[in-house]
Protein backbone atom coordinates (compact mmCIF):
# COMPACT_ATOMS: atom_id res chain seq x y z
CA UNK A 1 0.00 0.00 0.00
CA UNK A 2 1.52 3.39 -1.03
CA UNK A 3 -1.31 5.47 -0.68
CA UNK A 4 -2.26 8.50 1.02
CA UNK A 5 -6.24 8.49 1.31
CA UNK A 6 -8.16 11.54 2.70
CA UNK A 7 -11.48 11.85 3.09
CA UNK A 8 -14.42 13.46 2.40
CA UNK A 9 -13.00 14.50 -1.28
CA UNK A 10 -15.55 17.16 -1.19
CA UNK A 11 -16.91 19.61 1.47
CA UNK A 12 -19.10 22.29 1.96
CA UNK A 13 -19.37 23.84 4.83
CA UNK A 14 -21.10 27.09 6.63
CA UNK A 15 -19.25 29.34 8.81
CA UNK A 16 -20.55 27.83 11.98
CA UNK A 17 -20.13 24.56 11.19
CA UNK A 18 -17.45 22.44 12.47
CA UNK A 19 -16.42 19.46 10.30
CA UNK A 20 -13.22 17.28 9.85
CA UNK A 21 -10.91 16.25 7.36
CA UNK A 22 -9.26 13.01 7.48
CA UNK A 23 -5.87 11.24 6.05
CA UNK A 24 -4.99 8.20 6.18
CA UNK A 25 -1.40 5.91 5.45
CA UNK A 26 -0.43 2.69 6.11
CA UNK A 27 3.30 3.13 4.76
CA UNK A 28 4.55 3.06 8.31
CA UNK A 29 5.91 6.94 7.93
CA UNK A 30 6.05 8.72 10.85
CA UNK A 31 5.89 12.09 9.55
CA UNK A 32 2.56 13.97 8.28
CA UNK A 33 1.33 17.31 7.17
CA UNK A 34 -1.35 19.05 6.32
CA UNK A 35 -1.18 22.17 3.46
CA UNK A 36 -3.48 24.89 2.07
CA UNK A 37 -3.21 24.99 -1.62
CA UNK A 38 -5.12 27.88 -3.28
CA UNK A 39 -6.10 27.74 -7.01
CA UNK A 40 -2.81 28.40 -8.98
CA UNK A 41 -0.78 28.61 -6.35
CA UNK A 42 1.90 25.89 -4.77
CA UNK A 43 0.61 24.26 -1.41
CA UNK A 44 1.26 26.31 1.85
CA UNK A 45 2.43 24.46 4.82
CA UNK A 46 0.15 23.99 8.01
CA UNK A 47 1.51 21.60 10.28
CA UNK A 48 3.73 18.47 10.81
CA UNK A 49 3.27 15.57 13.19
CA UNK A 50 6.67 13.59 13.60
CA UNK A 51 5.45 10.49 15.74
CA UNK A 52 2.31 12.05 16.12
CA UNK A 53 3.58 14.66 18.15
CA UNK A 54 3.10 18.20 16.56
CA UNK A 55 6.12 19.67 15.41
CA UNK A 56 5.50 22.29 13.46
CA UNK A 57 2.57 25.13 13.70
CA UNK A 58 3.02 27.48 10.61
CA UNK A 59 1.24 30.30 12.69
CA UNK A 60 -2.07 28.78 12.03
CA UNK A 61 -5.72 30.71 13.12
CA UNK A 62 -7.34 28.26 15.68
CA UNK A 63 -10.04 27.92 13.64
CA UNK A 64 -7.79 25.30 12.49
CA UNK A 65 -7.10 22.41 14.96
CA UNK A 66 -5.00 19.02 13.50
CA UNK A 67 -4.77 16.07 16.00
CA UNK A 68 -2.87 12.56 15.34
CA UNK A 69 -4.31 9.78 16.95
CA UNK A 70 -2.07 7.31 15.93
CA UNK A 71 0.50 6.84 13.59
CA UNK A 72 -1.16 6.04 10.30
CA UNK A 73 -4.48 9.01 11.25
CA UNK A 74 -4.34 12.50 11.11
CA UNK A 75 -7.45 14.90 11.09
CA UNK A 76 -7.94 18.39 10.77
CA UNK A 77 -11.21 19.83 12.37
CA UNK A 78 -12.57 22.86 11.35
CA UNK A 79 -15.04 25.42 13.54
CA UNK A 80 -15.97 28.80 12.61
CA UNK A 81 -13.67 28.96 8.74
CA UNK A 82 -14.13 31.82 6.89
CA UNK A 83 -14.40 32.07 3.40
CA UNK A 84 -11.42 32.80 2.61
CA UNK A 85 -10.41 29.35 3.80
CA UNK A 86 -11.79 27.78 0.83
CA UNK A 87 -8.80 26.05 -0.47
CA UNK A 88 -7.77 22.51 -1.49
CA UNK A 89 -6.82 20.92 1.72
CA UNK A 90 -4.19 18.65 1.21
CA UNK A 91 -1.84 15.66 3.40
CA UNK A 92 1.11 14.17 2.69
CA UNK A 93 3.36 11.31 4.48
CA UNK A 94 6.93 10.90 4.71
CA UNK A 95 9.23 8.01 6.23
CA UNK A 96 11.52 9.99 8.29
CA UNK A 97 14.36 8.40 8.57
CA UNK A 98 14.63 8.04 4.62
CA UNK A 99 17.57 9.46 2.97
CA UNK A 100 15.49 10.16 -0.04
CA UNK A 101 13.08 12.52 1.90
CA UNK A 102 10.30 11.99 -0.73
CA UNK A 103 6.93 13.47 0.47
CA UNK A 104 3.66 11.32 -0.62
CA UNK A 105 0.74 13.52 -0.92
CA UNK A 106 -3.13 12.46 -0.67
CA UNK A 107 -5.64 13.35 -3.20
CA UNK A 108 -7.14 16.62 -1.42
CA UNK A 109 -10.37 17.52 0.55
CA UNK A 110 -12.02 20.62 -1.44
CA UNK A 111 -13.44 22.49 1.37
CA UNK A 112 -15.94 25.75 0.09
CA UNK A 113 -16.90 27.56 3.09
CA UNK A 114 -20.11 29.48 2.37
CA UNK B 1 15.94 30.31 4.42
CA UNK B 2 15.83 28.71 1.28
CA UNK B 3 13.80 30.08 -1.60
CA UNK B 4 12.86 28.21 -5.09
CA UNK B 5 12.03 30.85 -7.81
CA UNK B 6 10.15 29.05 -11.34
CA UNK B 7 10.01 32.27 -13.61
CA UNK B 8 7.94 30.67 -16.64
CA UNK B 9 4.39 30.70 -14.73
CA UNK B 10 3.29 29.25 -18.04
CA UNK B 11 5.03 26.91 -20.98
CA UNK B 12 4.07 25.29 -24.30
CA UNK B 13 5.56 22.03 -25.63
CA UNK B 14 4.32 20.27 -28.84
CA UNK B 15 3.72 16.31 -28.70
CA UNK B 16 6.60 14.76 -29.11
CA UNK B 17 8.67 17.49 -28.99
CA UNK B 18 11.41 18.48 -25.90
CA UNK B 19 10.79 21.45 -23.23
CA UNK B 20 13.00 22.57 -20.18
CA UNK B 21 11.31 23.95 -17.39
CA UNK B 22 13.39 26.12 -15.17
CA UNK B 23 14.05 26.37 -11.08
CA UNK B 24 16.34 27.94 -8.99
CA UNK B 25 16.93 28.02 -5.52
CA UNK B 26 19.06 30.22 -2.55
CA UNK B 27 20.11 28.06 -0.01
CA UNK B 28 23.16 28.13 2.63
CA UNK B 29 22.53 24.61 3.61
CA UNK B 30 24.93 22.38 2.68
CA UNK B 31 23.14 19.25 2.74
CA UNK B 32 19.73 18.68 0.64
CA UNK B 33 17.25 17.60 -1.69
CA UNK B 34 15.26 18.85 -4.75
CA UNK B 35 12.25 18.06 -6.26
CA UNK B 36 10.10 18.21 -9.44
CA UNK B 37 6.19 17.20 -8.16
CA UNK B 38 3.66 17.06 -11.36
CA UNK B 39 0.05 18.40 -10.26
CA UNK B 40 -2.16 17.48 -13.44
CA UNK B 41 -5.62 19.46 -13.23
CA UNK B 42 -7.65 17.79 -10.18
CA UNK B 43 -5.56 14.76 -9.57
CA UNK B 44 -3.14 13.64 -7.78
CA UNK B 45 0.18 15.65 -6.84
CA UNK B 46 2.88 13.36 -7.59
CA UNK B 47 6.83 13.10 -7.31
CA UNK B 48 8.62 13.25 -11.09
CA UNK B 49 12.56 13.20 -10.09
CA UNK B 50 14.33 14.29 -7.09
CA UNK B 51 18.32 15.09 -7.00
CA UNK B 52 20.28 15.04 -3.79
CA UNK B 53 22.79 17.94 -3.79
CA UNK B 54 25.64 15.65 -2.74
CA UNK B 55 25.51 13.83 -5.99
CA UNK B 56 26.55 15.36 -9.12
CA UNK B 57 25.21 12.96 -11.25
CA UNK B 58 22.14 14.16 -13.00
CA UNK B 59 18.76 12.36 -12.14
CA UNK B 60 16.76 10.72 -14.75
CA UNK B 61 13.38 8.74 -14.75
CA UNK B 62 12.69 7.91 -18.05
CA UNK B 63 11.59 10.88 -20.30
CA UNK B 64 12.44 12.96 -17.27
CA UNK B 65 15.88 14.27 -16.36
CA UNK B 66 17.36 17.43 -14.73
CA UNK B 67 20.21 19.22 -15.34
CA UNK B 68 22.05 20.15 -11.89
CA UNK B 69 24.20 23.24 -11.23
CA UNK B 70 24.94 23.30 -7.67
CA UNK B 71 27.41 26.19 -8.22
CA UNK B 72 24.56 28.51 -10.06
CA UNK B 73 22.02 26.64 -7.58
CA UNK B 74 19.94 26.09 -10.61
CA UNK B 75 17.85 22.61 -11.15
CA UNK B 76 16.19 22.52 -14.42
CA UNK B 77 13.37 19.69 -15.73
CA UNK B 78 13.86 18.71 -19.15
CA UNK B 79 10.83 16.84 -20.60
CA UNK B 80 11.42 14.37 -23.98
CA UNK B 81 8.93 13.18 -26.35
CA UNK B 82 6.00 15.09 -24.15
CA UNK B 83 2.82 13.48 -24.56
CA UNK B 84 -0.43 14.86 -23.56
CA UNK B 85 -0.58 13.12 -20.09
CA UNK B 86 2.20 15.46 -19.27
CA UNK B 87 0.68 18.48 -19.38
CA UNK B 88 0.52 19.72 -15.46
CA UNK B 89 1.67 22.03 -13.12
CA UNK B 90 4.54 21.68 -12.43
CA UNK B 91 6.57 22.90 -8.93
CA UNK B 92 10.23 22.82 -8.00
CA UNK B 93 10.51 22.02 -4.42
CA UNK B 94 13.76 21.99 -2.04
CA UNK B 95 14.21 20.38 1.20
CA UNK B 96 16.86 20.25 3.89
CA UNK B 97 17.89 18.21 6.67
CA UNK B 98 14.79 15.67 7.76
CA UNK B 99 11.55 17.37 9.20
CA UNK B 100 11.08 19.95 6.89
CA UNK B 101 8.52 20.84 5.04
CA UNK B 102 9.00 21.34 1.32
CA UNK B 103 9.62 24.57 0.18
CA UNK B 104 7.76 25.06 -3.17
CA UNK B 105 8.71 27.60 -6.42
CA UNK B 106 5.67 29.23 -7.91
CA UNK B 107 4.70 26.36 -10.47
CA UNK B 108 5.19 25.97 -14.35
CA UNK B 109 1.64 25.18 -16.21
CA UNK B 110 2.76 23.20 -19.20
CA UNK B 111 0.41 22.87 -21.58
CA UNK B 112 0.89 20.12 -24.43
CA UNK B 113 -0.08 20.63 -28.15
CA UNK B 114 -1.35 18.49 -30.88
Known amino acids: DTEVTQTPKHLVMGMTNKKSLKCEQHMGHRAMYWYKQKAKKPPELMFV???????INESVPSRFSPECPNSSLLNLHLHALQPEDSALYLC?????????????FGPGTRLTVL | AQTVTQSQPEMSVQEAETVTLSCTYDTSESDYYLFWYKQPPSRQMILVIRQEAYKQQNATENRFSVNFQKAAKSFSLKISDSQRGDAAMYFCASQWDSGYALNFGKGTSLLVTP
Open chain 1, 92 to 104: ASRLWDSSYNEQF
Open chain 1, 49 to 55: YSYEKLS
